[in-house]
């Protein structure tokens, strides 16, 4: 079964400094997707990224980056000189990688804070 | 915008009642999927329907139902709701005819209040 945990439930952070929120999986599959996914105080849940099983390159966007090391299950998410926008609820989740898309395993998420 | 709509925004019932959750896709898109969102349970994938067709259930109660219609929109339905049946409710869009697997883009969600 697959299964997805983010020990981090809550994180504060003051504005500037940089934040490292960590998400471990499980799975029996040998491809599989991961993502991220934001859900600010609104409540919507918005995507951030999508890393492939094969494709352990780490990536950056702004001022956000993001490593993935399948040797230790870890696909962790760092936002550099966070903001207060930045506060949100963020999740990270997995799923097969097969024809027809599969559903989602998400963690609990970690709840971020921002304070300026 | 992430080009999935759901509606209502807010729905606020009895307990007892029946309501149904409604959710357009994406543009091209032919999987809808279903999750509930609450305090204690978090996230879980309810349902998915491809193509009209049901293609995976998770945690769905027997109480539920969903389908998704010709024109691809899809419907979940809720009866004899509890209390704990409370929550948000999101609809998610992807899979593009042709195209490999893709990402999930979720609507804005349904907050159901049962009273």
């Known amino acids: 079964a697959q299964k997805v945990t983010q020990a981090q439930t809550e994180i504060s952070v003051v504005e500037k400094e940089d934040v490292t929120l960590d998400c471990v999986y499980e799975t029996r599959d040998t491809t599989y997707y991961l993502f991220w996914y934001k859900q600010p105080p609104s409540g919507e849940l918005v995507f951030l990224i999508r890393r492939n099983s094969f494709d352990e390159q780490n990536e950056i966007s702004g001022r956000y980056s993001w490593n993935f090391q399948k040797s230790t299950s870890s696909f962790n998410f760092t936002i550099t000189a966070s903001q207060v926008v930045d506060s949100a609820v963020y999740f990270c989740?997995?799923?097969?990688?097969?024809?027809?898309?599969?559903?989602?395993?998400f963690g609990k998420g970690t709840r971020l804070s921002v304070i300026a | 915008d992430s080009g999935v709509t759901q509606t209502p925004k807010h729905l606020i019932t009895a307990t007892g009642q029946r309501v149904t959750l409604r959710c357009s896709p994406r543009s091209g898109d032919l999987s809808v999927y279903w999750y509930q969102q609450s305090l204690d349970q978090g996230l879980q994938f309810l349902i998915q329907?491809?193509?009209?067709?049901?293609?995976a259930k998770g945690n769905i109660l027997e109480r539920f139902s969903a389908q998704q219609f010709p024109d691809l929109h899809s419907e979940l339905n809720l009866s004899s709701l509890e209390l704990g049946d409370s929550a948000l409710y999101f609809c998610a869009s992807s899979q593009r005819r042709g195209l490999p697997p893709d990402t999930q883009y979720f609507g804005p969600g349904t907050r159901l209040t049962v009273l």
């Open positions: 989740a997995l799923s097969e990688a097969r024809p027809g898309n599969t559903p989602l395993v």
């Open positions: 329907y491809y193509n009209g067709e049901e293609r």
